[in-house]
């Protein structure tokens, strides 16, 4: 069988309804970036569609609309919500990251590194508050990592964008918030300043990351001595999730 | 019905500007239609009223998406329409759904097809039933039951007693056999 008759065959099953749950899901994912099964799934909905005709109509025993009026407006409101929240959380992690600032160069530890950039989490997208992504700037134009959260996993990938890694040093990844302590706390080396890094934060419950703030810091090798990221920070920027 | 397609098409195009009333408008329209087609699925009406509820929401969610060039209106709701059913149906099959205890050939039809939308549509179903009945009576019963009542490979392997792997072989010989026959 050609990949031509798979996928033909994917899009008649799915449009015939006997996938099951996790490949129906699979499909929907796929169909939104690969266009041959879109248009397959398409032509599949024309030749099959007619058959709706046999479906009689039923009267729901209550007028429905309202509620359904109501889930808009509740989701609308909800979104509004959201993202008044954010404006919110931007300038308070504006202060916490001044804050975390000012903490490094008072630990008195710093200078001999570069921290390459502190972050601004925590940008919910309209339709999902459970994943975040981050980006890392080295100084105000290039991007040097993106990061991405998902709080139901609790998985963090780094993938780095423009990082380059001069001899002798490794990056490394802290966290920092308010029920850690002071100090920002070490989430391991980046192995690698050219593949993504995957990270389980398993240990941190979903509310705490949300609010957390993170860091990359350029390290000796090996990572930091002190247990603390060795230079100061520059900043992070936020950019919103479309889903 | 006293509305026409074309009336539909100006109730979703207001909707997708954020007219709620025009919403309201193609809401009571249409669903009769779109519950028709869920309770079928579903077999139990609270689980239906409220898929319907989701299932409108969708529908003004992507009501700027509608081309309609491509699909008639109310197909393009029923398919919005069937696959949240199916989903629905396949996710809760796995904490075994309630079936309301109602005759369900009260819903399915004996050939005695409700309005369709308009003559093309007719022509449509009438190829296709030229189509399905060139299969054996046993594949077109299969797709039937797949399409209308929702029913998945393993549900169709029990209703004929065949191992699943089977009723996949058959449904896709059945699917291109279909597709040759309508030449598309």
Known sequence: MTDREDIDMLAAEYVLGTLDPDMRRIVDERRTNEDDLNAAIADWEKRLSPLNAHYRDEMPTRDLFPGIRARIEGARIERERVQADNIVEIDLLKRKLARWRIGTFATGALAASLMVAVLVSDFAAPVSDRQFVAVFHRDDTQPAFVMSIDLDTRAVIIRPVSATLPEGKTYQLWIASDELGPAPKSLGLLENASAPTTRSLGEFDPALLRNATFGISLEPEGGSPTGRPTGPAIHGRLIPVEH | ?184
């Open chain 2, 1 to 184: 019905m006293g509305t026409s397609t074309r009336d539909l098409e100006q109730f979703l195009a207001r909707a997708a500007d954020g007219d709620m009333d025009a919403f309201g408008h193609l809401y009571h329209a249409t669903s009769a239609k779109l519950f028709g087609i869920v309770l079928r699925i579903l077999k139990n009406r609270a689980q239906s009223e409220d898929i319907l509820q989701e299932i409108y929401v969708r529908v003004w969610e992507r009501a700027g998406d509608f081309e309609p060039g491509r699909a008639s209106i109310i197909t393009w709701m029923a398919t919005i329409a069937r696959n949240r059913a199916i989903d629905a149906l396949r996710r809760d099959k796995r904490h075994d759904a309630v079936v309301d205890d109602f005759d369900i050939d009260q819903l399915a039809d004996h050939d005695d097809l409700s309005v369709a939308d308009d003559a093309e549509r007719n022509d449509d179903l009438r190829q296709l039933e030229i189509c399905l009945g060139g299969l054996d009576d046993d594949r077109r019963s299969m797709v039937r039951l797949a399409y209308l009542d929702g029913f998945s490979r393993a549900e169709l392997a029990e209703r004929f007693a065949q191992p699943v792997g089977t009723i996949k072989t058959w449904l896709h010989r059945s699917l291109k056999q279909l597709k040759e026959c309508l030449g598309s």
